[in-house]
C-alpha cells in the first residue's frame, strides 16, 4: 500500500504562484494531481511518468509545471498565474503502472490511480 502526504496549500491573490508537493511511500510509476471545487467532479490537473511523460489539462497548460523525482518518488506542481478559477482542493494520486493514454479529462480518468492523498486546499482570490 503506498501511501501519499500532500503539502504546500494555502491562500493567495490571483496572479500569484504555490507549488504543492507530494511524497509517496513506496516506488510508483505514474503520478498527477487532480483538483475538486465546491460542488464540482474531480478533475485532472497534470499527470508525469517515470520517463517525464506529461499531460497537463488545457486549462493550467503554460501556467503550471509538473515535475517528478523519481530517486525520491516525489512529485511537484509548481502553479503560476493562479486565477480565482483554480480555486480547488488539490489531491496527489499515484499509480504503480503507466499513466493512462486517454486525454485527462476523459470520464473515469482517475480510476486509473488507486493511490490518493488526502488533498491540500488552494484558494485565490480576486
Known amino acids: 500500500q503506498v501511501q501519499l502526504v500532500e503539502s504546500g496549500g494555502g491562500s493567495l491573490e490571483a496572479g500569484g504562484s504555490l507549488t504543492l508537493s507530494c511524497a509517496a511511500s513506496?516506488?510508483?510509476?505514474?503520478m498527477g494531481w487532480f483538483r475538486q471545487a465546491p460542488g464540482k467532479e474531480r478533475e485532472g490537473v497534470a499527470t508525469?511518468?517515470?520517463?517525464?511523460?506529461?499531460k497537463y489539462d488545457d486549462s493550467v497548460k503554460d501556467r503550471f509545471t509538473i515535475s517528478k523525482d523519481n530517486d525520491k518518488n516525489t512529485v511537484t506542481l509548481q502553479m503560476n498565474s493562479l486565477k480565482p478559477e483554480d480555486a480547488s482542493v488539490y489531491y496527489c494520486?499515484?499509480?504503480?503502472?503507466?499513466?493512462?493514454?486517454?486525454?485527462?479529462?476523459?470520464?473515469?480518468?482517475?480510476?486509473?490511480?488507486?493511490?490518493w492523498g488526502r488533498g491540500t486546499q488552494v484558494t485565490v482570490s480576486s
Open positions: 513506496g516506488t510508483v510509476n505514474c
Open positions: 494520486a499515484a499509480t504503480l503502472g503507466r499513466c493512462p493514454g486517454l486525454p485527462l479529462n476523459y470520464k473515469n480518468y482517475e480510476r486509473a490511480f488507486p493511490y
Open positions: 508525469i511518468d517515470r520517463d517525464a511523460n506529461i
